[in-house]
């Protein structure tokens, strides 16, 4: 019998490091999951989500609903994918005001996420924006209700609403324009 | 869900499929944690009693102590975020060196001086300047005890006229960030 997420919590919270790494074991590749779809590669994902368990265990303490773990590691793992894609969005701007000034002629098509894995299934996440896909992401790939969403990012319910549907809209145009439907 | 498109639906159920974890990422989580302590929430409250004599010493020496604080948090920060130079933008150079007992910063900046630019330690080995830099390409290195140089392990390699090793940063305009 698995043992609950709120008794290995505690545990960790009472200082026994051996039961935190139970809950590491049991949402790596979920937490992975999310990160790699949110960020579109793998490499990128692993080192967010190192970075989250990390901060995670060492505010272990102040996770004052030890049964629903999942949705507080979240809400620290969306955090850190954002502030990854903001820093990789900054790095990737000055680079490309480099290289107009420096190569103007081998100028390509503007592209903030590097991606792999499933190139069909990146590409059309990676035509909607950080938002909207991470709105799409929580509520279809890691289907949480609307309210544990709003707690987990900071977001108004009626807003992430808005969010999930212009999500699903782009992506159904998306599809449909590579398959030629 | 039903409600969705049918591509879309599709491509929630290959989403879904989770990935399966790198071992050694895995392993490196579990490293990382074992570095890794949780902070404490509660903190233990302690009544002292002093006399009039104590107390008034303490004062005197908590007074001393965070002057000296403040002393070297204003000249820590003056390091960290040198005055705005019109044109100019502040950037932060890090270099890595435990054993280190100076290290400077030298470029097309400060024509390679040696003793124009030292850095700051800070914790773990850690040292960093902060300098104002025209935008454009800058070449630098760094000068480890006034004797060796290195190229910053973490930016671009270029030849240096004098054959030293040194890197290369591209400084942006200020506004554009």
């Given at each position: 019998v698995e043992t609950p997420d709120a008794?290995?919590?505690?545990?960790?919270?009472?200082?026994?490091?051996?039961?935190?790494?139970?809950?590491?074991?049991?949402?790596?590749a979920l937490a992975l999951r999310y990160a790699w779809r949110q960020l579109g590669n793998r490499e990128d994902a692993e080192e967010v989500v190192q970075d989250a368990f990390v901060r995670a265990y060492r505010s272990v303490r102040g996770c004052h609903e030890p049964a629903r773990f999942r949705g507080w590691l979240f809400t620290i793992l969306i955090n850190r994918c954002r502030t990854h894609a903001g820093r990789n969005r900054r790095r990737?701007?000055?680079?490309?005001?480099?290289?107009?000034?420096?190569?103007?002629?081998?100028?390509?098509?503007?592209?903030?996420?590097r991606l792999d894995g499933d190139q069909e299934v990146a590409r059309a996440l990676a035509s909607l924006s950080p938002r909207l896909r991470e709105a799409f992401l929580l509520k279809y790939i890691e289907e949480m209700s609307y309210e544990e969403m709003a707690q987990a990012t900071?977001?108004?319910?009626?807003?992430?609403?808005?969010?999930?549907?212009?999500?699903?809209?782009?992506?159904?145009?998306?599809?449909?324009?590579?398959?030629?439907? | 869900?039903?409600?969705?498109?049918?591509?879309?639906?599709?491509?929630?159920?290959?989403?879904?499929?989770?990935?399966?974890?790198?071992?050694?990422?895995?392993?490196?989580?579990?490293?990382?944690?074992?570095?890794?302590?949780?902070?404490?929430?509660?903190?233990?409250?302690?009544?002292?009693?002093?006399?009039?004599?104590?107390?008034?010493?303490?004062a005197l020496l908590l007074v001393l102590a965070t002057s000296t604080v403040w002393v070297f948090a204003w000249q820590s920060e003056a390091n960290r975020n040198p005055a705005p130079v019109a044109g100019r933008t502040p950037v932060q150079f890090v270099f890595v060196a435990e054993q280190a007992q100076r290290i400077s910063l030298v470029g097309d900046f400060n024509d390679w001086d040696p003793t124009a630019t030292r850095m700051t330690r800070g914790a773990g080995g850690v040292w960093y300047v902060v300098v104002p830099l025209q935008p454009g390409r800058i070449a630098y290195s760094f000068v480890v005890d006034d004797k060796v140089w290195h190229a910053d392990p973490e930016a671009a390699v270029t030849t240096h006229d004098f054959g030293r090793p040194s890197s290369v940063v591209y400084v942006a305009q200020t506004e554009s960030l």
């Open positions: 008794e290995l919590v505690q545990r960790a919270q009472a200082g026994e490091a051996a039961a935190f790494d139970v809950l590491v074991n049991r949402y790596y990737f701007l000055l680079f490309e005001r480099w290289r107009e000034r420096e190569q103007p002629a081998s100028s390509s098509a503007p592209q903030t996420l900071g977001v108004g319910v009626s807003a992430l609403k808005m969010r999930v549907k212009r999500a699903t809209d782009a992506l159904a145009a998306q599809l449909k324009k590579e398959l030629h439907v | 869900m039903s409600e969705l498109d049918s591509v879309v639906r599709d491509l929630i159920v290959r989403l879904k499929s989770v990935p399966e974890p790198d071992p050694r990422a895995l392993r490196e989580v579990h490293a990382a944690l074992r570095q890794a302590r949780p902070a404490r929430l509660v903190e233990t409250r302690r009544v002292l009693i002093l006399s009039p004599i104590r107390a008034l010493a303490w």
